[in-house]
């Protein structure tokens, strides 16, 4: 069964980038769609896009487009989340999530344990 | 502010019988199957049901859904006090091309 295992906490300040992984273990990740989240402090979960580590395709929810990256690294079975410049609106726990299946029809089985981003300056 | 609505709370004893329900639109529930996710305060969110009806194995089969329409709700009977979570429904959009996530339910067990 995969587990994924997502990078540390991180702290930075407005305007820096930054770059944070999602690691699978116990089981490839290549033939799966890999979903990023995110959970604001407080509030809901919410849907940033998917990336399938088999052939990079990546997909973004419009309020995510522009300001973020995803990106696989399949030879590693990692996945990234990267920003260029963040904003303390960032600040929040963000999630990878295994898909059960084709991205739009199929549920998150699979999670990380979530990354803590504080964004302060 | 959602794209799914969800009621902010609810709430039960044990024993008991509660639903959840959760609104959307042409775009997104009445032309896709709705998950539902459940997420104790402070931990990962756990898959309770996708494509619809689906169950992933150990959710307890207390857990129900039911969709219609525009709705869906999730429904859990015999409420046990490990029950309580937020619970949130998500569904794919058609027009944002997005999949989309209600604003959560926090569900107290009395």
């Known amino acids: 069964e995969v587990q994924l295992v997502q990078s540390g906490a991180e702290v930075k300040k407005p305007g820096e980038s930054l770059k944070i992984s999602c690691q699978g273990s116990?089981?490839?990740?290549?033939?799966?769609?890999i979903a990023w989240v995110r959970q604001r402090p407080g509030k809901a979960l919410e849907w940033m896009g998917v990336?399938?580590?088999?052939?990079?395709?990546?997909k973004y929810s419009p309020s995510f487009q522009g300001q973020v990256t995803i990106s696989a690294d399949d030879s590693i079975s990692t996945v990234y989340l990267q920003w260029s410049s963040l904003k303390a609106s960032d600040s929040a726990i963000y999630y990878c999530?295994?898909?059960?299946?084709?991205?739009?029809?199929?549920?998150?089985?699979?999670w990380g344990q979530g990354t803590t981003v504080t964004i302060s300056s | 502010q959602s794209v799914l609505t969800q009621p902010p709370s609810a709430s039960g004893t044990p024993g008991q019988r509660v639903t959840i329900s959760c609104s959307g639109i042409?775009?997104?529930?009445?032309?896709?199957?709705v998950d539902w996710y459940q997420q104790v305060p402070g931990t990962t969110p756990k898959l309770l049901f996708y494509?619809?009806?689906q169950r992933p194995s150990g959710v307890p089969d207390r857990f129900s859904v039911s969709q219609s329409g525009t709705s869906a709700s999730l429904a859990i009977s015999g409420l046990q006090s490990e029950d309580e979570a937020d619970y949130y429904c998500?569904?794919?959009?058609?027009?944002?091309?997005?999949?989309?996530f209600g604003g959560g339910t926090r569900l107290t067990v009395l």
């Open positions: 999530a295994r898909l059960n299946g084709y991205y739009q029809t199929n549920g998150m089985d699979v």
């Open positions: 116990g089981d490839s990740i290549s033939s799966y769609w």
């Open positions: 990336v399938y580590p088999g052939d990079s395709d990546s």
């Open positions: 998500a569904a794919w959009d058609a027009s944002l091309h997005a999949r989309v």
């Open positions: 042409s775009s997104n529930i009445e032309s896709n199957t």
């Open positions: 494509s619809g009806d």
